[in-house]
């Protein structure tokens, strides 16, 4: 067999299965700062990976099947945009430059850490009209293996961080790093009034593929009243700013873009 053949076959699974990129990285990198950020960090030095924490704590496992209840789709026949891990100060004011050019609103699941430190990028997506979404406080890949206390919290201290920015910004969805949704973590959320927003569209782009790339995989899998997972932090996003150059425009001819619901 030849083995070109494979990827395209593979991609299309890939697309409905996987998540948030972030599976690509270390699920631990949790304990470390900021690191989704590609942005010049204050220092020079790259510290090695942090040193094994102790006495890990008991995480729930994760299921095999994603758990009921999550929004998967737009809610209706426009398609929705999702950009995760900012704000960053590099990208996110690139793709809102973009959204503003062609007048469309997209949501934008922040984490709470950068969200902390780069309030002005929360404030201004509000202003601009987009909606925001709870990404969790540091981007923990584990947050729904967590005990229900933990998960609250975290929840709660992004949903802080985001009021600082933005006092009266509604936070209408949270989203699960990685997509590593438990059920447990589906009903904390809703009790906080955050609605659980997953995806249908995942072009991967959090492993840098080219823009042609990420042009292909999206409008190879976009219907009507999808949700497309993009990224404009944790990494250098360049590549998904030229795609979205194309994408945009795309989309809203096709499909039309709305805000999910
Ligand atoms: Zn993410």
Known sequence: MRPRALPALALGLVLLVTGCGEAGKSPEKAAAPPSDSAAPAPSPVTKPSPTPTPAKPKLRPLPKKLP?????????????????DGPDPRFTPQILAQLRAARVQATFCVVGKQAKRYPELVARIVREGHQLCNHSWHHDMNLGRRSAAEIRSDLQRTNEAIHAAAPKAPITWFRQPGGRWTAEEVTIARQMGLRPLHWSVDPQDWDHP????????VKGATRHGSVVLLHDAGGDRAQTMA????????IKRRYGIALPR
Do not use: E, M, Q
């Not at 009921?68 to 789709?73: I, K, M, P, S, T």
């Not at 080219?210 to 042009?215: H, M």
């Not at 795609?243 to 795309?250: E, S």
């Open 68 to 84: 009921a209840g999550l929004h998967r789709a737009s809610g209706s026949n426009g398609v929705a945009l999702t950009f995760d």
């Open 210 to 217: 080219p823009a042609k790339t990420i042009i292909k995989r």
């Open 243 to 250: 795609a979205c150059r194309h994408l945009i425009p795309d």
